[in-house]
Structures are given as structure tokens and as C-alpha cells.
């Protein structure tokens, strides 16, 4: 093989790699995004105020706490989320953009941020609104 | 060859190598800095800037000046070949609008025997590198566009997102604002860009510069480089 197709064969071979990881990667951010999604549904259906405090984001769950005066997890359960069903042939549509993420349930949409423990619910309880941002019942800040 | 002779037969592509890599570097800590402030305003964790070397917001920022400056190129390769500018240094005499001659052009049976093999060859291969140039600039301009418009949506639905608005797809997001606000900023720059060296060239010099007629020529001779 001349050397010029060879460095070819190596580029296509580079490129194909790339890709391959790529699709990978925004695959598994996808997985991990619903997975982390579904556990603040079953937590929130459970009741379990812990749970659900330690699905939020840093800044949501500070919200939450200062709004009702009392900690995260007693807040939370008196907040108006709907609690979606919590298997994952429930969730219509995961959609995952480098570090940010929207999961649709029937009843609730969720907005996700990658955190260095993981995907955390950014604000919850969302209704779209048409060309402005969607309300939403739980949101930090 | 000695490592210093190499340097000065390859100064300009050297140069302009070491600038281009240097100015990404720049780059990539300042769009770093600037991406961290609005996720800490957000409420949202920061990231290395490792992370955002292989972040879209990065990518298309970096795409969208590539496919401009192509675009630049390209279209000044092709149409430099049928407009030209009376007096300016930036283009060919008057008299030699087109594609000029074969002998003109040193090809076919009218090749040297230094000349590259594919212009003595004829047919295909001759017709395919007598536009390589302008091929290989437009090939990249079209490459760097479209990887402006994937890499554009992934940055824009990242921000929507950020903003909790909903994300779109890549056939919406080729006809927004957003993706034709970016193109076309970088588009009139070169444009402008490229006027603007053709008209000034008429009439000031630069002693020394290919780019520059000779300082004493007339502002009517056209086509001439110092």
C-alpha cells in the first residue's frame, strides 16, 4: 500500500475512533441522565424527603430549604412536584447537551446539570411555556 | 539542510503555525474563563479547562472563524481567475481575464520537466489539479460549515437547557438566528477584509511586500508585486 493511502487508512481509522467514542460518551450521559432522573420520581413517590434532597442540585435544594424555612428534606415533600411514574419505558424523551439535560415524563418535565457526584435535578415540576423558559415548581435560585 | 536554514526557507508558514497554535491556547483559557463565570452564575459546577477544549461551546467558536476564513480563500482563489481590479497588486492584468491559455498556464505539451506530473498528464487528473488549490479551500470552507452547524446546535441547546428552555434539532437550528448571526459576523468581516486589501493596494504601498507593488509603481499598473 502506497504511503499516502496509508495515512489515509490512519486518518479514516482516527476519525471513525473519534466518533465512535463520541456516540459513546453522549450515550452513556444519556443512560446515567435518566437513571438519575428516575431516582428523584421513585424518591419523591416514596416520600422519602432525603432521597429527594440528595437527587437536587446544590443550589435547588438551598432554595427549597430557605423557601419553606425548615431543611431540604421536610421542604421538599411540601412542594407541588408531580410525582411521574418511575419505570423508564415511562419517560418519553432524555436530551442531553454536554453537561445539561431534559427528561420528559407524561406528567413532569426535569432539567439536569452534570456535578462531580453525578446528574442532579436543576429544577423540576416544568410546563413549557411557548419561545420563553418553562415554568417550573422546584428551581434553584 | 542546517536547522536555521530551514527556519528562514519556511519562515512565513513557521511563523504563522506557531501563531495560530499560540492564539488557540489563548483561546481555549479566555472562552474557559468566560464559559466558567456564566455556570457559576447559573448555579452550576465549573469545568477544567480540559473539559472545555472538548466542549462544543469551544469547538463551535473555533469553527465558525475557520469556515469564514475558507470561505475568504475560496472565493478569492475562483474569482480572482474572472474579476480583477485596475491597479491593484491583488490582481492580474486586464488582458488576461479566465482561465488563460495552456501555454499561459504551463500545461499539457506545453509543461516543463520540472512541472508537477499531473499538469503534463492532461484528462481528468489535469482538470482535477488545475483547480486543487481552490478544491482543498472550498472542500475545508464546507467541512468547517457544517462542523460549525453541528457543534453550534450542542453549544445552543447547552445554553437552552442552562436557561430551561427547550432544545431544538439540527434542521431548525440551521435555518435560526443563531446559526446565520454567527456565519454571516464572520462572513462581512472577510469580505471587507478582501475589498478593502484589493482598493487600498491601488494606492499604498509596503516596501519589500508581495502583497504591495513596488513603492515607486504607477497606482495604474495592475497585477505587478514588489
Redesign the interface.
Given at each position: 500500500m502506497p504511503w499516502r493511502w496509508q495515512w489515509g487508512a490512519a486518518a479514516a481509522t482516527g476519525a471513525a475512533l473519534v466518533l465512535t467514542t463520541a456516540c459513546g460518551a453522549v450515550e452513556e450521559r444519556r443512560t446515567a441522565a435518566m437513571a438519575a432522573a428516575l431516582d428523584f420520581e421513585r424518591a419523591l413517590g416514596a416520600r422519602d424527603g432525603g432521597a429527594v434532597c440528595r437527587a437536587l442540585a446544590p443550589a435547588t435544594r438551598e432554595e427549597v430549604a430557605q423557601s419553606a424555612k425548615t431543611t431540604c428534606a421536610k421542604g421538599i415533600l411540601d412542594e407541588e412536584v408531580p410525582s411521574a411514574d418511575a419505570v423508564p419505558e415511562d419517560v418519553q424523551s432524555v436530551d442531553v447537551n454536554g453537561r445539561q439535560a431534559r427528561v420528559v415524563f407524561p406528567a413532569d418535565t426535569l432539567f439536569l446539570s452534570l456535578f462531580p457526584g453525578g446528574w442532579k435535578i436543576v429544577a423540576a415540576g416544568c410546563t413549557p411555556r411557548p419561545q420563553r423558559p418553562y415554568r417550573c415548581t422546584l428551581k434553584g435560585g | 539542510m542546517t536547522a536555521r536554514r530551514f527556519l528562514r526557507d519556511n519562515g512565513l508558514g513557521l511563523a504563522f503555525g506557531t501563531a495560530f497554535v499560540l492564539a488557540l491556547i489563548g483561546q481555549a483559557f479566555a472562552g474557559h474563563a468566560d464559559f466558567n463565570n456564566q455556570l457559576v452564575a447559573?448555579?452550576?459546577?465549573p469545568?477544567s479547562v480540559g473539559d472545555y477544549m472538548a466542549?462544543?461551546?469551544f469547538a463551535v467558536d473555533v469553527m465558525e472563524n475557520w469556515q469564514s476564513e475558507y470561505l475568504q480563500f475560496f472565493l478569492y482563489v475562483f474569482l480572482t481567475v474572472w474579476l480583477v481590479q485596475r491597479g491593484s497588486p491583488e490582481s492580474k492584468s486586464l488582458d488576461r481575464i479566465g482561465v488563460e491559455s495552456d501555454e499561459d498556464q504551463q500545461v499539457g505539451p506545453h509543461a516543463r520537466p520540472d512541472s508537477p506530473r499531473w499538469a503534463a498528464a492532461g484528462g481528468i487528473r489535469l482538470k482535477v489539479y488545475a483547480s486543487s488549490l481552490g478544491q482543498a479551500m472550498g472542500a475545508i470552507f464546507v467541512l468547517s460549515w457544517l462542523a460549525q452547524s453541528v457543534t453550534g446546535v450542542?453549544?445552543y441547546?447547552?445554553e437552552?437547557?442552562?436557561?430551561?428552555?427547550?432544545?431544538t434539532s439540527w434542521r431548525e437550528y440551521i435555518v435560526s438566528a443563531d446559526f446565520w448571526d454567527r456565519t454571516l459576523q464572520n462572513w462581512q468581516s472577510e469580505f471587507i477584509a478582501i475589498a478593502s486589501m484589493a482598493i487600498l493596494s491601488i494606492y499604498l504601498r509596503q516596501r519589500g511586500s508581495p502583497e504591495s507593488k513596488p513603492v515607486g509603481a504607477p497606482h495604474h499598473s495592475t497585477g505587478v508585486e514588489g
Amino acid at each position: 500500500m502506497p504511503w499516502r493511502w496509508q495515512w489515509g487508512a490512519a486518518a479514516a481509522t482516527g476519525a471513525a475512533l473519534v466518533l465512535t467514542t463520541a456516540c459513546g460518551a453522549v450515550e452513556e450521559r444519556r443512560t446515567a441522565a435518566m437513571a438519575a432522573a428516575l431516582d428523584f420520581e421513585r424518591a419523591l413517590g416514596a416520600r422519602d424527603g432525603g432521597a429527594v434532597c440528595r437527587a437536587l442540585a446544590p443550589a435547588t435544594r438551598e432554595e427549597v430549604a430557605q423557601s419553606a424555612k425548615t431543611t431540604c428534606a421536610k421542604g421538599i415533600l411540601d412542594e407541588e412536584v408531580p410525582s411521574a411514574d418511575a419505570v423508564p419505558e415511562d419517560v418519553q424523551s432524555v436530551d442531553v447537551n454536554g453537561r445539561q439535560a431534559r427528561v420528559v415524563f407524561p406528567a413532569d418535565t426535569l432539567f439536569l446539570s452534570l456535578f462531580p457526584g453525578g446528574w442532579k435535578i436543576v429544577a423540576a415540576g416544568c410546563t413549557p411555556r411557548p419561545q420563553r423558559p418553562y415554568r417550573c415548581t422546584l428551581k434553584g435560585g | 539542510m542546517t536547522a536555521r536554514r530551514f527556519l528562514r526557507d519556511n519562515g512565513l508558514g513557521l511563523a504563522f503555525g506557531t501563531a495560530f497554535v499560540l492564539a488557540l491556547i489563548g483561546q481555549a483559557f479566555a472562552g474557559h474563563a468566560d464559559f466558567n463565570n456564566q455556570l457559576v452564575a447559573d448555579d452550576l459546577q465549573p469545568i477544567s479547562v480540559g473539559d472545555y477544549m472538548a466542549s462544543s461551546d469551544f469547538a463551535v467558536d473555533v469553527m465558525e472563524n475557520w469556515q469564514s476564513e475558507y470561505l475568504q480563500f475560496f472565493l478569492y482563489v475562483f474569482l480572482t481567475v474572472w474579476l480583477v481590479q485596475r491597479g491593484s497588486p491583488e490582481s492580474k492584468s486586464l488582458d488576461r481575464i479566465g482561465v488563460e491559455s495552456d501555454e499561459d498556464q504551463q500545461v499539457g505539451p506545453h509543461a516543463r520537466p520540472d512541472s508537477p506530473r499531473w499538469a503534463a498528464a492532461g484528462g481528468i487528473r489535469l482538470k482535477v489539479y488545475a483547480s486543487s488549490l481552490g478544491q482543498a479551500m472550498g472542500a475545508i470552507f464546507v467541512l468547517s460549515w457544517l462542523a460549525q452547524s453541528v457543534t453550534g446546535v450542542s453549544a445552543y441547546n447547552e445554553e437552552q437547557l442552562r436557561q430551561l428552555q427547550a432544545p431544538t434539532s439540527w434542521r431548525e437550528y440551521i435555518v435560526s438566528a443563531d446559526f446565520w448571526d454567527r456565519t454571516l459576523q464572520n462572513w462581512q468581516s472577510e469580505f471587507i477584509a478582501i475589498a478593502s486589501m484589493a482598493i487600498l493596494s491601488i494606492y499604498l504601498r509596503q516596501r519589500g511586500s508581495p502583497e504591495s507593488k513596488p513603492v515607486g509603481a504607477p497606482h495604474h499598473s495592475t497585477g505587478v508585486e514588489g
